[in-house]
């Protein structure tokens, strides 16, 4: 249903890391630039992370993201209760000339 | 700062056609594409098209025969048009700034296709 793939969920302790994949192929990830897109809770999502791995202007660098390949990574150091949310990776698929998301990953902090 | 402000009708039957608006304040058209993107009950994103300042559009390939977009920039507002909607319709709507990713996002429109 998803180009891209996410696993739909993810979970951790206060103050641990996390990583969030997203798995794609050759005409999306493996050639175009991922974001990461934080989704609160009834909330529209927020551009977390662009071209990879910078963060706009207010991300902390607890958030940090990184690509090898056909997938990429989303990491979260010093996990916060506030950080739960649901996060959805996002690139251009060059075959289908149009944007692709991941299904997205809910992120639990116990 | 750039924000994004949108409107529509949030309860359609089958057949008719969703219509929404994006109000743009804070900034310009030029230099960017304004998206479409929708989010179903507990489902992902999904990309509907994009539109720039020259009227260039670009959509789904899913949506392809049911959309088309259009941009004012006297209104400062771009605009989305579905046709023949279905519950499978039925989504929280989004309208954003395009530039390499989504950076400015609207609050979103829910819309819902029922009889």
């Known amino acids: 249903q998803y180009v891209l793939t996410q696993p739909p969920a993810v979970s951790a302790a206060p103050g641990q890391r996390v990583t969030i994949s997203c798995s794609g192929s050759s005409s999306n990830i493996g050639n175009n630039y991922v974001a990461w897109y934080q989704q609160l809770p009834g909330t529209a999502p927020k551009l977390l992370m662009f071209?990879?791995?910078k963060r706009p202007s207010g991300i902390p660098d607890r958030f940090s993201g990184s690509r090898s390949g056909t997938s990429a990574t989303l990491a979260i150091t010093g996990l916060q209760t506030g950080d739960e949310a649901d996060y959805h990776c996002?690139?251009?698929?060059?075959?289908?000339?149009?944007?692709?998301f991941g299904g997205g990953t809910k992120l639990t902090v116990l | 700062q750039v924000h994004l402000q949108q409107w529509g009708a949030g309860l359609l039957k089958p057949s008719e056609t969703l219509s929404l608006t994006c109000s743009l304040s804070g900034g310009s058209f030029g230099g960017y594409y304004w998206s479409w993107i929708r989010q179903s009950p507990g489902e992902g994103l999904e990309w509907i098209g994009e539109i720039n300042d020259n009227g260039i559009t670009n959509y789904s390939p899913s949506l392809n025969s049911r959309v088309s977009m259009s941009l004012d920039t006297s209104k400062n507002h771009f605009s989305l048009r579905l046709t023949s909607v279905t519950a499978a319709d039925t989504a929280v709507y989004y309208c954003a700034r395009t530039v390499g990713a989504f950076n400015v996002w609207g609050q979103g429109t829910l819309v819902t296709v029922s009889s």
């Open positions: 996002g690139t251009w698929d060059t075959d289908l000339n149009g944007w692709v």
């Open positions: 071209e990879n791995s």
